[in-house]
């Protein structure tokens, strides 16, 4: 059965849906002249500017949660894995999906807006069930209801518990000998002490955690990198070449051909940042303002500072160290070109990100998957939801569940097809509303 679904999750993850992926973000990118180049400075400062309209919560406070979803074990796991499976050239890949896919979060961040509504709370609920029924029609639910039912699974089975939670139970193991089974009920408890609050809660942690997390991980990555700067002229130069040409055998390293180079690339860039599959509009659909084009500019750096800068920087200190040649692979790779600099302490501050990233993904996932279950069942069964949602992170360190884990995978996948639909049915609209906006700014 594991070997059934496996198959079945790479033909989900297969060429057909990281061509839709990425075809949609080259689309949105020609329709809208590029705008992940000529308006990301105006998208940074907006990100600091003081919010005018309705909402749950700040602009930079949806941007956080989007990003505690998003910045996760992918970007030290994932870009490992990428890299090692795919060789050099998977990085230069990574970022072409992250590219394209700044102008589709962009498409999220301005459709959440404009088509979100109030639950019978009075709280925001936004994301791709709100503008495929308000956008496209009430005829078109069907869609709206199967991406829901997607993002709830997701939440409870998938990125948002039980993978979260192996990765931090497994790192802090390693690194400190602690108990998986005394972590995941401490990590449950931690959870239902901030989700039950709401997305106010959520997004005040994930304003304070999100920047340290980020912010302690690029500083360290910049030093190992600094230390081996003599090798990044030359490691650039691989990363290109690589990316069109088939990489040889070096080391432990097996050697690999372009098109795994490209599949690995764009699927684990895809995967990291999350561009089209939906999830990050969720969060964006809270924020204060009344303008979806300014949301959109906000929401389209969350891919840039996840892959762009955070990616990069992981791929980077894999391949100037040379542990990409090695036997290892996925957390201890990462941790291995670490260590190279900072010796023990560099594995310390890895884990430390590793937790603090997994962990802020919970959150971020379990507002999702709130929403999702809100627009399915109403206000009503949320705490239900919230309990089942504790009581999943808490079985976290009990379980070893490879089939769910695939199923969840799988699910994930899903949700991005009936996003992408919405995305290009409502095309013209955000074409539209970008030219009012760009014509009187």
């Known amino acids: 059965?594991?070997?059934?679904?496996?198959?079945?999750?790479?033909?989900?993850?297969?060429?057909?849906?990281?061509?839709?992926?990425?075809?949609?973000g080259i689309y949105l990118s020609a329709r809208l002249n590029l705008i992940q180049i000529?308006?990301?400075?105006?998208?940074?400062?907006?990100?600091?500017?003081?919010?005018?309209?309705?909402?749950?919560?700040?602009?930079?406070?949806?941007?956080?949660?989007?990003l505690a979803a998003t910045v996760?074990?992918?970007?030290?796991?994932?870009?490992?894995?990428?890299?090692?499976?795919?060789?050099?050239?998977?990085?230069?890949?990574?970022?072409?999906?992250?590219?394209?896919?700044?102008?589709?979060?962009?498409?999220?961040?301005?459709?959440?807006?404009?088509?979100?509504?109030?639950?019978?709370?009075?709280?925001?609920?936004?994301?791709?069930?709100?503008?495929?029924?308000?956008?496209m029609g009430h005829q078109w639910k069907p869609l709206a209801i199967f991406f829901a039912v997607a993002g709830v699974l997701v939440a409870w089975f998938g990125i948002g518990t039980f993978t979260q939670v192996n990765s931090i139970t497994s790192s802090l193991e390693n690194s400190f000998g602690v108990s998986p089974k005394l972590v995941s009920p401490i990590l449950g408890v931690l959870t239902a002490?901030?989700?039950?609050?709401?997305?106010?809660?959520?997004?005040?942690?994930?304003?304070?955690?999100?920047?340290?997390?980020?912010?302690?991980?690029?500083?360290?990555?910049?030093?190992?990198?600094?230390?081996?700067?003599k090798n990044v002229p030359a490691t650039v130069s691989l990363v290109f070449t690589s990316a069109f040409t088939k990489t040889a055998a070096v080391g432990g390293f097996t050697g690999t051909v372009v098109k795994e180079a490209i599949q690995k690339g764009i699927a684990r860039g895809v995967f990291s940042n999350e561009s089209g599959l939906?999830?990050?509009?969720?969060?964006?659909?809270?924020?204060?303002?009344?303008?979806?084009?300014?949301?959109?500019?906000?929401?389209?750096?969350?891919?840039?500072?996840?892959?762009?800068?955070?990616?990069?920087?992981?791929?980077?200190?894999?391949?100037?160290?040379?542990?990409?040649?090695?036997?290892?692979?996925?957390?201890?790779?990462?941790?291995?070109?670490?260590?190279?600099?900072?010796?023990?302490?560099?594995?310390?501050?890895?884990?430390?990100?590793?937790?603090?990233?997994?962990?802020?993904?919970?959150?971020?996932?379990?507002?999702?998957?709130?929403?999702?279950?809100?627009?399915?069942?109403?206000v009503k069964y949320l705490p239900l939801y919230r309990l089942i949602f504790v009581i999943m992170v808490s079985l976290g360190g009990f379980l070893s569940l490879d089939l769910i884990w695939i199923l969840a995978d799988i699910v994930n996948g899903l949700m991005a097809i009936p996003n992408l639909i919405a995305l290009l049915a409502l095309s013209p609209i955000i074409i539209k509303e970008t030219n009012r906006y760009f014509t009187k700014n």
């Open 72 to 135: 996760g074990t992918g970007n030290i796991v994932g870009v490992a894995t990428a890299i090692k499976s795919g060789g050099p050239g998977a990085l230069f890949w990574m970022w072409v999906a992250a590219f394209f896919g700044m102008a589709t979060k962009y498409a999220e961040g301005l459709l959440a807006i404009k088509y979100r509504s109030k639950d019978a709370n009075g709280e925001v609920s936004g994301g791709p069930m709100h503008y495929i029924i308000n956008g």
């Open 278 to 378: 939906g999830s990050a509009p969720i969060a964006a659909a809270a924020a204060k303002t009344d303008e979806p084009v300014e949301q959109g500019l906000i929401s389209m750096t969350g891919t840039f500072i996840d892959t762009i800068i955070i990616c990069t920087l992981t791929g980077l200190t894999i391949l100037v160290t040379g542990q990409w040649t090695t036997s290892l692979d996925g957390a201890p790779l990462t941790q291995a070109a670490f260590a190279e600099i900072f010796g023990q302490w560099g594995i310390l501050a890895l884990t430390i990100s590793l937790v603090l990233f997994a962990f802020t993904t919970i959150l971020g996932w379990s507002y999702y998957g709130e929403r999702c279950f809100e627009f399915l069942f109403g």
């Open 38 to 66: 000529t308006k990301l400075p105006k998208a940074i400062k907006l990100i600091f500017t003081d919010d005018r309209g309705e909402g749950d919560i700040s602009s930079f406070a949806a941007l956080a949660t989007a």
């Open 193 to 229: 002490l901030i989700i039950f609050g709401g997305i106010q809660s959520i997004s005040k942690i994930s304003e304070k955690v999100v920047p340290f997390m980020a912010g302690l991980y690029i500083m360290a990555a910049l030093l190992v990198i600094t230390f081996h700067y």
């Open 1 to 24: 059965m594991i070997a059934f679904f496996s198959q079945l999750d790479s033909l989900v993850w297969g060429p057909p849906l990281l061509i839709l992926l990425v075809g949609t």
